[in-house]
């Protein structure tokens, strides 16, 4: 499927929305070292706010949003790959909603990948649907991560840590 403009509607990714603030919370308590790499940073509302606090490179690949980024965070620092990014060179890393979208044989390169680029003592933000959670549990079939034909790759958070703790 592809990420189209409605895609983005459909799922309340056009535009800023209360989740990032509390994202933004997060990465400024528990992660807070710069710069940052947002790995799949979709239209780029979140980096917008990271652009507050520190120096933010983004890595997308979808046409749509890398039409839309320079729009929404003119400061953005695009890369079209983690290889051409230095060993170290990041204090933190975000994937917000991206890791739910990749199968597991291409996670197992790119876990290895962040961690490469990723400084000692630094630490990654990663957000995805969480089997096990409180939503799925209310929701049960109803829960909407059933719904987005994108989505590939469903697991519980152990089952998402054993996966990344692996790299």
Not at 63 to 85: G, R
Not at 118 to 147: C, E, N, Y
Request: proline share 5%; with cysteine; charged share 25%.
């Amino acid at each position: 499927m592809s990420y189209e403009e409605n895609y983005y509607q459909t799922n309340a990714q056009d535009g800023d929305r209360p989740a990032l603030w509390m994202y933004d919370r997060f990465w400024r308590r528990y992660l807070g070292q710069g710069p940052i790499l947002e790995f799949g940073c979709g239209l780029g509302y979140f980096a917008r706010r990271l652009a507050r606090h520190t120096e933010v490179y983004g890595l997308e690949t979808n046409p749509l949003a890398l039409q839309q980024l320079p729009k929404i965070v003119p400061e953005l620092q695009l890369v079209e790959t983690t290889a051409s990014l230095a060993d170290c060179s990041f204090g933190s890393i975000t994937a917000l909603h991206v890791f739910e979208h990749i199968a597991d044989v291409d996670l197992a390169s790119i876990g290895s990948e962040l961690f490469r680029i990723l400084k000692p003592g630094g630490r990654i933000l990663a957000v995805m649907p969480d089997l096990d959670g409180r939503a799925h549990a209310l929701k049960q079939d109803a829960w909407s991560a059933f719904s987005d034909p994108t989505h590939i790759n469903l697991k519980g958070s152990d089952e998402w840590r054993r996966l990344f703790e692996a790299q």
